[in-house]
């Protein structure tokens, strides 16, 4: 089966109505043999903060070591997005393999009168992915209310509610007290409840784990009674049928607001919170109290805890209800560690808080103008995104606003922060309100300069173009915009490497094309082949367009299917042609009448060199860019690890003198940078604490400035860490580049960078050290890992750091196959398409064991792989042999033209 067929049948899942009831989700269970019972579990369930609190706990959980799943909802661009193992989404294979399992089985139950819904069908699917993966406990995010909810099916060792508040009345109950028992009966016999619940939700709460015997741990936190806000996707989640025990009929299968949809203003709650509180009784202290700090950057806060554990952490999540979120998922992460009997210190929870990022809630994607994306969608939503905008400085405000039909504009736009300027639109959704209804509300919340518009990238576009450096543009109102927002965002055109029919096909295959497809259009994609993925509609006239002026084109997914674009599904597109035919798509699409497509033409013409539709030239050299080894020609970076245990040259360089003499002998050889390691991340090597790796890298570095070349700035110095500490130690000591195994997903490393302006390599990689028991699955690993770096490029972007200092390095040998190392190789041009140079890392790893050269070697594999690098598009090579692989770079260079004008490949 393919992944069209797949995905559109499940989409096709959302007409059925829901039922009250685990019994459905549960035969399907047992019909797959019950996989359940192969994997601990985690279940979350709350009025608001669920989603923000799932991701927290799952986070958490990872840095302990342990391989954690995480099944939440709503996706914004991808039905994957659903189902992620250790932080990476199910694949569209695993999909489809699913699909093709129990389609007969749905059918069957269909035509008896039972069928199943999309989100007990989805459910199902975590359940079994998470054990097909064997993973070490999985995070489960409840859709609606608990005791119904298919999540429920299973029988998890540690549970939480967040809070509980009035919504959805009309399946859940009219009060509080009911709403609370229905969301409190996830307990589970011996199965550690967590909750932030206050009075007589508390109470109930008390109630219903006690009868289940489950015991409860209380949490107290700034704004608890109000604890999502508009950045989690429980109050802004414009859901399908995770409405679980929603009334849905046909017309709400994409009904905006899961169980957090709620309408009823929070209590507001803005004093400190501290050990007792007016629902504490004295021998029942809270296991936690959280206070909010306050924002410490762009997209981060700190909150400080008290109780079991004490110290203030860092958050990618920004708001005061934020914080008793992190005392929840502190909480929880702690009783499902010590469930699994396994140790989570505090290092663990400090860097599992910090990197939990949750995109499209409350997300700052750009500093100036200040940009910020939320979904805030109802009264209660928008109060609370104005308290946490208010956290930050800027002039005038400027709405991109869209929202569904069957929203409270009114309420809604008089809760908004005051604007000076505002754009109505519309996402691809059939209940999408009117923009000109939406702006005529805005009109009469007081905001006196509003358009209605109609795409949604194109209404943020021109809120951007209007506003200031000094102002904030914000888009609110709808996931469904955010999500398109985004898209338009993050989109990456990537040019394939196609060699010949062969080279074709599988550009295509890796596209999600499908097998009669990739007959019909292999032959019309040899030349100029892009790739990039858009909306349903508008990847269909993008196609078409590309046709029109010569070109060929295929859309992959559900472009294959004429139900485009389901689900918020967007659609891989491939187009073709000849560079005269790009620039004739280029100039239609920019000549087309709205609908976003101005943006892709500009897209396009960035990837191929070709000049805008604005008329910027494509060759055009900045002169303000700064200018570095790499700038004009492939760089060699040479290797100096002052480690014992590196799996090449570990030990060799321990000795001062021995590091001068390598750097002596990199120089001679023509070395353009040198990178200083004092920590392996070779498989199963033990970690090295921040001061001993400081010892080994800083006399290093100040060792080697006595070599004439580094200490001119001829020859750059680079530092190989993860560790904020260790990188400004270094950048003190004389290092020029932050070399980061980790991708900057440390926002203190983040900081560290920005703060000294300096390049920065930034990495793909899973794990650091690298996990030998490690296997992720990738569907096309070079789309996936650009789809990853672009992700650490926005919150490089956010953090303030410089792109032209930017380099990326597809990180070969982490986390991937042989095979897919290769591809990675084969391809690493692709990576241009971020803006950014390249960097391959291939030297002595074990892909060239696949092709039979043993550990000890691998040095003309390494040479082979260094000139078929530089030939395909990287700006550096880092190796360990200078001389053998500069020699490869130069006949690369010569080889690919740099004689031609009588210049020095060197």
């Known amino acids: 089966m393919h992944y069209h067929e797949a995905a559109a049948f499940l989409f096709d899942l959302r007409r059925f109505s829901v039922k009250p009831g685990t019994d459905r989700v549960e035969a399907l269970l047992a019909h797959l043999g019950d996989p359940q019972a192969d994997v601990p579990f985690v279940q979350i369930a709350g009025s608001n903060g669920k989603g923000s609190a799932a991701r927290l706990t799952e986070s958490v959980l990872r840095e302990a070591g342990l391989s954690v799943g995480l099944y939440t909802s709503p996706h914004l661009s991808a039905l994957a997005e659903r189902v992620r193992v250790d932080g990476r989404q199910m694949t569209e294979s695993a999909i489809a393999d699913f699909v093709e399992a129990v389609r007969p089985w749905l059918i069957d139950r269909a035509a008896a009168g039972e069928p199943l819904t999309f989100f007990e069908v989805v459910t199902a699917m975590a359940v079994r992915e998470f054990a097909r993966r064997d993973v070490d406990v999985a995070v489960l995010e409840v859709g609606l209310g608990g005791e119904y909810d298919a999540t429920s099916a299973v029988d998890p060792v540690a549970t939480a509610v967040t809070n509980v508040s009035l919504e959805h009345t009309d399946v859940l109950g009219d009060t509080i007290a009911e709403i609370a028992r229905t969301k409190a009966r996830i307990a589970h016999p011996d199965a550690p409840l967590v909750t932030a619940c206050e009075g007589e939700a508390l109470d109930v709460v008390r109630e219903v784990a006690g009868e289940a015997g489950a015991p409860v741990t209380r949490v107290v936190g700034d704004g608890a009674s109000e604890a999502a806000g508009p950045d989690d996707s429980d109050e802004d989640a414009e859901a399908d049928d995770s409405d679980e025990d929603a009334e849905a009929d046909d017309s709400d299968e994409d009904a905006e607001a899961d169980d957090s949809d709620e309408d009823a203003e929070p209590d507001e709650r803005d004093e400190g919170a501290d050990l007792t509180d007016s629902d504490a009784e004295p021998d029942d202290p809270p296991a936690f ?30 708001g005061r ?7 929840v998922a502190v909480a929880l ?44 969608h109802n009264p209660a939503a928008a ?21 569904m039909h069957d929203k409270d504009h009114a309420e809604t736009a008089a809760a908004l922060p005051d604007a000076a300027t505002a754009v109505t639109c519309r996402p691809a959704i059939d209940r999408a309100e009117d923009p000109a209804v939406l702006a005529a509300a805005l009109r009469s919340a007081g905001v006196d300069r509003v358009t209605a518009g109609d795409d949604v990238a194109d209404a943020l576009a021109a809120a951007v173009d209007r506003a200031e450096a000094g102002d904030c543009v914000l888009l609110v109102g709808s996931l469904f915009a955010v999500a398109e ?73 559900l472009g ?90 570990g030990g ?17 050889a023509g070395v353009d940078i040198v990178d200083v390691g004092g920590e392996s991340t070779r498989p199963g090597a033990d970690p090295v604490p921040a001061d001993e790796e400081i010892e080994r890298v800083v006399p290093t570095i100040e060792a080697i400035q006595s070599v004439p070349a580094v200490g001119s700035g001829d020859v750059l110095v680079s530092v190989d860490t993860r560790k904020p500490a260790v990188a400004r130690a270094a950048l003190e000591a004389g290092a020029d580049i932050i070399n980061d195994v980790t991708g900057l997903e440390d926002p203190a490393m983040r900081s560290v960078v920005a703060d000294a302006d300096c390049p920065v390599i930034v990495m793909h990689s899973l794990d650091a050290p690298v996990d030998p028991d490690a296997d992720p699955e990738y569907d096309d690993v070079v789309g996936e890992v650009v789809d990853a770096l672009r992700e650490r490029l926005a919150l490089a972007d956010t953090a303030g750091i410089d792109r032209d200092r930017v380099i990326v390095d597809p990180g070969i040998g982490f986390g991937k196959s042989p095979a897919e190392n290769f591809e ?83």
Not at 292 to 308: F, I, K, M, P
Not at 562 to 589: S, Y
Not at 652 to 668: F, K, N, P, Y
Not at 862 to 886: K, Q, S, Y
Request: aromatic share 4%.
């Open 824 to 906: 990675l190789l084969a391809r690493c041009g692709e990576f241009a398409a971020l803006g950014c140079p390249v960097l391959v890392g291939h030297s002595h790893k074990s892909l060239y064991g696949a092709v039979g050269r043993d550990a000890d070697d691998r040095e003309h594999a390494t040479v082979a792989g260094t000139a078929l690098a530089a030939d395909r598009g990287a700006d550096i090579v880092r190796v360990h042999d200078v001389a053998e692989n500069r020699a490869a770079v130069d006949v690369a260079a010569a080889a690919n033209g740099a004689l031609r004008d009588g210049e020095d490949p060197e």
């Open 333 to 376: 992460a702690d009783r499902t560690a010590a469930a699994l009997r396994t140790d989570l210190d505090d290092r663990d929870v400090r860097d599992g808080l910090a990197r939990a990022t949750w995109p499209g809630r409350f997300e700052v994607v750009d500093t100036a103008p200040l940009t910020v994306l939320d979904g805030a």
């Open 560 to 649: 294959a299917n004429e139900d485009r674009g389901a689900g918020g599904e967007h659609v891989p597109v491939t187009v073709a042609g000849t560079v005269a035919e790009l620039r004739a798509l280029v100039d239609r699409l920019a000549a087309s009448d709205g609908g976003g497509l101005g943006g892709v033409a500009t897209d396009i013409a960035a990837s191929v060199g070709i000049d805008a539709p604005d008329g910027r030239s494509a060759s055009a050299d900045d002169e303000s860019a700064p200018e570095f080894p790499w700038s004009d020609r492939t760089a060699v970076m040479g290797v100096l690890n002052v480690t014992p245990d590196s799996f090449h040259d």
């Open 289 to 318: 109290a959280a206070s909010y700090e306050g924002r410490v950057s762009a997209t981060d806060a700190e909150v400080a805890l008290a109780g079991e554990r004490e110290g203030t952490y860092r958050i990618p999540l920004v």
């Open 652 to 668: 060799r360089h321990a000795d001062l003198d021995d590091a001068v003499a390598g750097v002596e002998r990199m120089v001679d």
């Open 321 to 327: 209800h934020q914080a008793t979120n992190a005392a």
């Open 383 to 403: 109060r609370t995104l104005a308290a946490t905008l208010a956290e930050y400085d800027y002039d005038d405000l400027h709405l991109v606003y869209a929202a």
């Open 485 to 557: 927002a985004r898209a338009a965002r993050m989109r990456t055109v990537r040019e394939r490497t196609v060699r010949g029919v062969d080279g074709a096909a599988h550009a295509l295959d890796t596209a999600g094309v499908q097998p009669d497809g990739i007959a019909a259009h292999r032959d019309g994609v040899d030349h100029r082949t892009l790739t990039l993925r858009l909306r349903g509609d508008r990847a269909e006239r993008v196609a078409a367009a590309a046709r029109i002026v010569g070109g060929d084109a295929a859309l992959g997914g």
